[in-house]
């Protein structure tokens, strides 16, 4: 067991964007921000939730630019480090200029676990820039142990620092975090950190954490109050509780993490962010946590179950950023039940 | 039937559809690959097929210009080589098509504005990307109706079709293709984003294309008109389908497509090159036309 410091990197408001449809103002994005630097969570991700370039008709346009939300953000903390999401093909190195001259230290590089190959040109921009350059396998549930172990030895090879197993779908069993990152600590450099990124599709999002710092990852992403696509991120609060019953330090302060939830999210929350039919169902067929709202929206539009919906989108290895494919699966689903005309 | 010869620059998956449709067409005559990697799979087919080949880059192929007789270049590099490729091909008098994301000479989108460079005679046309080519012709065929404030497409593309270059270079895609949905398909702005999907069996090519009007739009003349589009592209890529749409909320149009390919070098999922490909072809078609026709007559650019 490892006594080093675990670094909590909170997702409320990235991740947490998704859950409340791009909607957080600047002034609650600050109010966040404060409470967490108060708090002593030492990084937290602060964009549009599909990162630098994801205000879009596909992603939704969310109330301020990126580079707004980081400046205001970077105005209000003292020690948190701010980070950003880059998905390569919708972020492009120019955003991440600008959103490293608004403020961010740190990015998540994010590709499909198994199209690392995607993305040297950010993550060595990143390093050029001088932040801390995580690469995120996103989907890591849809590639192998030594795939997975492929794709980041790749990123570490472009210059990550760290190398995340990022569970999109909430779909991955403590033993499958176990394995993956016993593997990772083999291969990859003593000096490349692990992290992982849960979602708490199956309510596995502690044990999936607490299994990964196990294995030796030393990053864990997580959010206050669980705020977070699907069923919501790693719980920040519980996985703090945990880790000091455990005798690991995070270096935060557990009280004022549990009012942060209380007092500040859960009131933020447009529903309950939690495991209820449709969110468990993401969980189950290994489906993008984000594709949920999409989903619950397109299944009003045209007369259809959510869970049939993601269903198809899971069983046709739809993976995130094909949030269009939603529609059009709900389309095509209601044709065929007779619910919608032909295109002309 | 007199045909024009050309050069075909770059051997990887692009450069390597391309040869077959080349040698299908009426027009063209493929007379050279140029490669770099002596072992490249597009070069020995190239070989096999009694193309001449070089693994030595454009280098290799200069001092055969003018006996070979080669009049026109496809380049299918990537965009760092390609303006140096332009530049020396140029000179000889080549004509270049550009399947990179360099677009150093002017956007093609052919049934969009291939006539319009036709009759400038353009010593260099640039193909802007497989997405481009899937997705413009909508965004244009939208406009044509009315205003287009801002257009958005996404493209899926399955992981087996997309090379080691569209890979390294994703932020060249996505500059290239925004900056055409604005300059050819005529939106006020642009925004391209690409997936690239690893699912076995592979996905075929899809493209989601969202316009937003400028006042509500006219749904029947929006529709009429992308159909029409529609047909005019699937004369050249006869796999280009409607799947879903267009469908109107509020004042957005969103139409859903997919592009099968003819299964020429990889098999039918990976339209995005058969889109490319085809497209560069029927550009290149038509220039042979003209040329042949003595409409124009192709002189060297002379060296900054």
Known sequence: ?344 | MKKIKCALIGSGNIGTDLMYKVMRSEWLEPVWMVGIDPASEGLARASKLGLKTTAEGVDGLLPHVEEDGIQIAFDATSAYVHAENSRKLNAKGVMMIDLTPAAIGPLCVPPVNLKEHADKQEMNVNMISCAGQATIPIVNAVSQVQGVEYAEIIASLSSKSIGAGTRANLDEFTFTTSNAIEKVGGAKKGKALAIINPAEPPIIMRNTIYCLTEGEPDKAAITASILNMIEQVQKYVPGYKLVNGPTFFDNKVAVFMEVAGLGDYLPKYAGNLDIMTAAATRTAEMFAEEILNGKITLTPVEAA
């Open chain 1, 1 to 344: 067991m490892t006594s080093k410091n675990i670094i909590l990197h909170d997702m409320c408001l990235r991740d947490g964007m998704h859950a409340k449809k791009e909607q957080i103002s600047v002034e609650q994005m600050v109010k966040v921000a404060t409470a967490m630097d108060a708090a002593g969570v030492p990084y937290i991700q602060v964009t549009h939730g599909a990162g630098l370039g994801g205000n879009s008709l596909q992603h939704g346009f969310a109330l301020a630019s990126n580079e707004e939300y980081i400046s205001a953000v970077a105005d209000a903390v003292s020690k948190t480090i701010i980070s950003v999401l880059l998905i390569p093909g919708l972020g492009t190195m120019s955003e991440l200029k600008s959103a490293y001259e608004a403020g961010a230290r740190s990015v998540h590089v994010a590709t499909h676990c198994t199209e690392a190959d995607t993305s040297p040109q950010h993550i060595a921009f990143a390093r050029e820039l001088g932040m801390d350059t995580s690469g995120f396998l996103m989907m890591s549930h849809l590639n192998t142990p030594k795939g997975l172990t492929e794709q980041a030895l790749l990123m570490e090879s472009y210059g990550a620092n760290t190398v995340y197993i990022t569970d999109s779908a909430g779909y991955m069993l403590p033993e499958n975090v176990t394995e993956i990152i016993t593997m990772l600590k083999d291969k990859l450099k003593p000096e490349t950190e692990i992290g992982f990124h849960g979602h708490h599709n199956l309510g596995m999002g502690v044990a999936n954490s607490v299994a990964a710092i196990q294995a030796g990852a030393t990053r864990i992403d997580a959010s206050v109050a669980g705020l977070g696509a699907g069923a919501g991120n790693t719980p920040l609060e519980v996985l703090a509780a945990v880790l000091e019953r455990m005798h690991i330090p995070t270096g935060t302060d557990l009280f004022k993490l549990m009012d942060i939830a209380e007092d500040i999210i859960t009131p933020m929350m447009d529903h309950m962010v939690r495991v209820d039919r449709d969110s468990l169902t993401l969980g189950y067929a290994g489906v993008y946590s984000t594709f949920l709202l999409h989903a619950k929206r397109a299944a009003q539009m045209y007369g259809l179950s959510a869970r049939d919906i993601l269903v198809e989108l899971g069983r046709k290895k739809m993976i995130g950023g094909q949030e269009d494919m939603i529609q059009d699966t709900a389309m095509t689903l209601a044709k065929a039940k007779g619910l919608l005309k032909e295109a002309v």
